[in-house]
């Protein structure tokens, strides 16, 4: 992993930021020419919306400093608080562009004072490429307003809220006592599946499989010291036989049966997670047709998740009503029970609510000028006088000199007054300056 680039004082985010901005902008107010003060003190009352940046050092430092299996319970805990007020949440499948390499999605959902987003793309082949299969950020917005609060990576969040949702489901639908688990696919979501697993479900026992075996050696030498007792095992059949609990978390865009009927036994609770898209499942229909299957948000699970190989009226159970006690979970001890999972935008808002709060605790994150501060709301334009006469702001003249010749020039016509014949002269001018 990468060297921490640790927040300091002037990257915390905190109302100082804003104060700051505002008071380099009455700094320039006092050296702008004559004719542009107005305008520029007008700038000074700005109220900026003033956006929370959290990028992935951020996140890895907040994570270290509160520690994974913190961070994987308060987000379960956010999950299942937000599942819980289901019905408070305005809720999409999510929109999906789909190409031969792979998928990239939009995730909205917004409740009377949140609207959440996150941007996601699952590409299988990406880590041929040296990239992430998954990468994502999200936003969190005033519904009030529309203002932007927080723009956050996602990517290692995505993996904590994943682990922390299938630990959620697998603590009401797994045969109560399970200690032992198969994880298929050992790539980068499989540790944190592991991990919540262990603390919110008690597994003690991990069986790993990957087709690269690379890939379970990277997840075994991580996980040691876990306190897990880890066997690398030959086949998917090796690591399903006898566990409790069978994580299905590969990459692959296929319509793929890792799990079969033959590998069932009774009691079982499947948490499948890498079958999250049309054409790319994990598990055989079979499997399907011999469980109890619970979903996140069942419109989108019938177009992506395992589902998708099963008739339109197959019977699933949404998990919110188990957590609101509205439907039953596990029916009995000898019930194989699928948690078919896809990933629902609320648990993206759940996570960026942690991020969110965790951050402003830690003093951790940038403030981000990513909307304009405006003194007349309606004079967005203005803004561009009002940022010439300043200096031009924080852009550097990259353009040796240009952009400063464009200020004085624009200063001397505010100063003079704008004729006609001064606007013409400013627009040649700025045209010259284009073409050059
Ligand atoms: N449901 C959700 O909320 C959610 C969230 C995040 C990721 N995902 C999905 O989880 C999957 C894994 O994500 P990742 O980030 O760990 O990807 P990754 O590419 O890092 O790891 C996937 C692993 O699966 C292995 N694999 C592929 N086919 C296999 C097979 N037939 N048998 C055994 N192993 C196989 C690969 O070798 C690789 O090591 C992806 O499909 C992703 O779209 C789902």
């Given at each position: 992993?990468?060297?921490?680039?640790?927040?300091?004082?002037?990257?915390?985010?905190?109302?100082?930021?804003?104060?700051?901005?505002?008071?380099?902008?009455?700094?320039?107010?006092?050296?702008?020419?004559?004719?542009?003060?107005?305008?520029?003190?007008?700038?000074?009352?700005?109220?900026?919306?003033?956006?929370?940046?959290?990028?992935?050092?951020?996140?890895?430092?907040?994570?270290?400093?509160?520690?994974?299996?913190?961070?994987?319970?308060?987000?379960?805990?956010?999950?299942?608080?937000?599942?819980?007020?289901?019905?408070?949440?305005?809720?999409?499948?999510?929109?999906?562009?789909?190409?031969?390499?792979?998928?990239?999605?939009?995730?909205?959902?917004?409740?009377?004072?949140?609207?959440?987003?996150?941007?996601?793309?699952?590409?299988?082949?990406?880590?041929?490429?040296?990239?992430p299969t998954v990468m994502a950020f999200g936003v969190l917005a005033d519904v009030?307003?529309?203002?932007?609060?927080?723009?956050?990576?996602?990517?290692?969040?995505?993996?904590?809220?994943?682990?922390?949702?299938?630990?959620?489901?697998?603590?009401?639908?797994?045969?109560?006592?399970?200690?032992?688990?198969?994880?298929?696919?050992?790539?980068?979501?499989?540790?944190?599946?592991?991990?919540?697993?262990?603390?919110?479900?008690?597994?003690?026992?991990?069986?790993?499989?990957?087709?690269?075996?690379?890939?379970?050696?990277?997840?075994?030498?991580?996980?040691?010291?876990?306190?897990?007792?880890?066997?690398?095992?030959?086949?998917?059949?090796?690591?399903?036989?006898?566990?409790?609990?069978?994580?299905?978390?590969?990459?692959?865009?296929?319509?793929?049966?890792?799990?079969?009927?033959?590998?069932?036994?009774?009691?079982?609770?499947?948490?499948?997670?890498?079958?999250?898209?049309?054409?790319?499942?994990?598990?055989?229909?079979?499997?399907?047709?011999?469980?109890?299957?619970?979903?996140?948000?069942?419109?989108?699970?019938?177009?992506?998740?395992?589902?998708?190989?099963?008739?339109?009226?197959?019977?699933?159970?949404?998990?919110?009503?188990?957590?609101?006690?509205?439907?039953?979970?596990?029916?009995?001890?000898?019930?194989?029970?699928?948690?078919?999972?896809?990933?629902?935008?609320?648990?993206?808002?759940?996570?960026?609510?942690?991020?969110?709060?965790?951050?402003?605790?830690?003093?951790?994150?940038?403030?981000?000028?990513?909307?304009?501060?405006?003194?007349?709301?309606?004079?967005?334009?203005?803004?561009?006088?009002?940022?010439?006469?300043?200096?031009?702001?924080?852009?550097?003249?990259?353009?040796?000199?240009?952009?400063?010749?464009?200020?004085?020039?624009?200063?001397?016509?505010?100063?003079?007054?704008?004729?006609?014949?001064?606007?013409?002269?400013?627009?040649?001018?700025?045209?010259?300056?284009?073409?050059?």
């Amino acid at each position: 992993m990468g060297k921490v680039v640790q927040a300091n004082n002037t990257q915390r985010f905190a109302a100082s930021a804003t104060n700051r901005a505002m008071s380099k902008t009455m700094n320039a107010t006092r050296e702008t020419p004559r004719g542009a003060t107005t305008r520029a003190t007008r700038t000074s009352r700005a109220a900026a919306a003033s956006t929370l940046y959290l990028g992935a050092q951020h996140v890895l430092e907040l994570v270290r400093r509160k520690g994974l299996p913190a961070c994987l319970a308060a987000i379960a805990e956010r999950i299942e608080a937000d599942f819980r007020r289901w019905q408070h949440f305005d809720k999409t499948a999510r929109v999906a562009s789909h190409s031969a390499s792979g998928v990239i999605e939009l995730m909205p959902v917004a409740d009377a004072s949140q609207f959440a987003f996150k941007y996601v793309n699952g590409h299988p082949a990406n880590t041929s490429a040296g990239l992430p299969t998954v990468m994502a950020f999200g936003v969190l917005a005033d519904v009030a307003t529309g203002a932007p609060r927080l723009l956050a990576e996602l990517t290692l969040a995505t993996a904590m809220r994943t682990a922390a949702m299938s630990a959620l489901a697998a603590r009401q639908l797994a045969r109560p006592g399970s200690r032992s688990m198969a994880i298929i696919g050992n790539g980068a979501q499989c540790e944190f599946q592991a991990l919540a697993f262990r603390d919110a479900v008690g597994v003690r026992e991990l069986r790993l499989f990957d087709t690269d075996t690379a890939a379970s050696a990277k997840a075994a030498a991580n996980l040691a010291g876990s306190g897990l007792a880890l066997h690398l095992c030959r086949s998917a059949a090796e690591a399903v036989r006898g566990a409790d609990i069978v994580t299905t978390v590969t990459a692959d865009k296929a319509k793929a049966a890792i799990v079969t009927p033959a590998m069932l036994e009774p009691g079982m609770h499947i948490n499948a997670v890498g079958g999250d898209c049309p054409g790319k499942t994990e598990l055989h229909p079979g499997v399907l047709e011999a469980a109890g299957v619970f979903v996140e948000f069942e419109p989108q699970t019938r177009i992506e998740g395992d589902l998708q190989q099963m008739p339109a009226d197959f019977p699933v159970t949404e998990f919110w009503r188990v957590l609101q006690g509205l439907a039953p979970g596990r029916a009995d001890a000898r019930q194989i029970t699928v948690f078919d999972s896809v990933g629902f935008a609320l648990e993206d808002h759940a996570a960026l609510c942690f991020l969110r709060d965790a951050a402003l605790e830690q003093g951790i994150g940038e403030a981000l000028a990513l909307v304009p501060a405006l003194a007349d709301p309606k004079d967005l334009f203005g803004l561009l006088a009002a940022t010439t006469a300043n200096g031009g702001g924080d852009a550097p003249d990259a353009a040796g000199g240009l952009a400063s010749r464009h200020r004085e020039h624009a200063a001397a016509v505010r100063t003079a007054g704008p004729t006609p014949g001064s606007l013409a002269a400013a627009r040649g001018h700025s045209r010259a300056h284009a073409d050059a």
